[in-house]
């Protein structure tokens, strides 16, 4: 299995434009995760899905994120407009759910607005 | 409100010293984990802590916990420069099944 994929590795955007992150779970996970890494604030979860539906988004900062999960191999992650206070890395992880052993992240996005 | 607190946040050691860092967390939990980040890697899982009293050994790194004491502990044995990196307790429980809740980490740094 190739773990959870992210991409891309790193973006660099000017503010006030859109950006997209995209992460594809391990297949059969069923729980998605995304996560944002700051020194700040540390790892802060943004949103999880359970079969691909929203369960938690009380993470997500403000109207500017949004997420979906058309389907179980695929997430996004939107910011429109960025702002310099969203540079961070965001990872995405998966799961089996609550029973499961472990949960797997991704190698994260470095996102930088300038 | 979840909380997991986790000291010391940053730890300067000897090689061959033993230390623990400790994880407390503030509500019922049911599964607990530890964490390794390297700079500028990703998170890699460590341990699973299932149950009251549970311990895990991997090399020179043992984890245990105690859901009593809402407490965790990873002890370092015998430590060595590889063993430098960031390491974060993570619980998982309460009304929130599939939410992992992070503590602040703490920044482990080897010395000769």
């Known amino acids: 299995d190739a773990g959870v994929i992210q991409s891309p590795r790193h973006e660099v955007t000017e503010m006030g434009q859109e950006v997209t992150l995209r992460c594809k779970p391990i297949s059969g996970h069923d729980y998605l995760f995304w996560y944002r890494q700051t020194m700040m604030r540390g790892l802060e979860l943004l949103i999880y899905f359970n079969n691909n539906v929203p369960i938690d988004d009380s993470g997500m900062p403000e109207d500017r994120f949004s997420a979906k999960m058309p389907n179980a191999s695929f997430s996004t992650l939107k910011i429109q407009p960025s702002e310099p206070r969203d540079s961070a890395v965001y990872f995405c992880?998966?799961?089996?759910?609550?029973?499961?052993?472990?949960?797997?992240f991704g190698s994260g996005t470095r996102l930088t607005v300038v | 409100e979840l909380k997991v607190e986790q000291n010391p946040l940053f730890l300067s050691m000897q090689e061959g010293k033993n230390y623990t860092i400790y994880c407390n967390y503030s509500t019922t939990s049911d599964r607990l984990y530890w964490y390794r980040q390297d700079p500028g890697k990703s998170l890699e899982s460590l341990f699973v802590l299932l149950s009251n009293g549970a311990v895990k050994q991997e090399g020179r790194l043992m984890a245990s916990l105690d859901t009593k004491a809402r407490l965790s502990t990873l002890h370092i044995t015998a430590a060595v420069h590889d063993l430098s990196a960031t390491y974060f307790c993570a619980f998982a429980g309460g009304t929130s099944y599939g939410k992992l809740t992070f503590g602040q980490g703490t920044i482990l740094t080897v010395h000769p």
């Open positions: 992880a998966s799961s089996l759910g609550p029973g499961a052993r472990g949960y797997t």
